[in-house]
Structure formats: C-alpha cells, structure tokens
C-alpha cells in the first residue's frame, strides 16, 4: 500500500496515516509513505500530483517486480 499525505489535512489528519504505517510495518507488509509539506485534503500543487504519480509507478515497480522506465525520484518501500 501507498500512502499520500497532505501535511495540512484536516480532513485525513496525518496522524491516522501514521497509525496505518505503524499497522503495515508490523504486519510486515509492503508500504511507502510519502508526505507533503503545504497540501491538504485533495492535492493542488502540479508537482505534489506529478509526484505522486511518479511515486505510484516506483511502488507498483517494487512490488510486482519490474523497472519503471524514466527517470523517476527515489522512493523507499518497506517490507518488500
């Protein structure tokens, strides 16, 4: 599972993701956590958004076990 966090959420507030975090890591399954400073529910920057898709592609890479394609920025997934 991936998990996109505004940090200005007031809707999800980042501490229920951080419980699900804490949930997936001792369950041991595969996760990443990406956090952004600035947005809240529902992200509006152009680069949160082409971030998180780019994080998407990493985490499906990771887990099914193949490379992404591009020059995508480091993303760390846990208990793969």
């Known amino acids: 599972m991936i998990l996109f966090q505004g940090l200005d959420d007031r809707v999800v507030p980042p501490s229920q993701a951080e419980r699900m975090v804490e949930v997936l890591g001792r369950k041991g399954l595969p996760f990443a956590?990406?956090?952004?400073e600035g947005e809240g529910h529902g992200f509006r920057a152009?680069?949160?958004?082409?971030?998180?898709?780019?994080?998407?592609l990493s985490?499906?890479?990771a887990v099914f076990g193949f490379t992404p394609a591009g020059d995508l920025p480091p993303l760390e997934v846990h208990n793969r």
């Open 46 to 56: 152009a680069a949160t958004i082409q971030r998180c898709f780019e994080d998407e």
């Open 59 to 61: 985490f499906y890479g």
């Open 33 to 36: 956590y990406v956090a952004f």
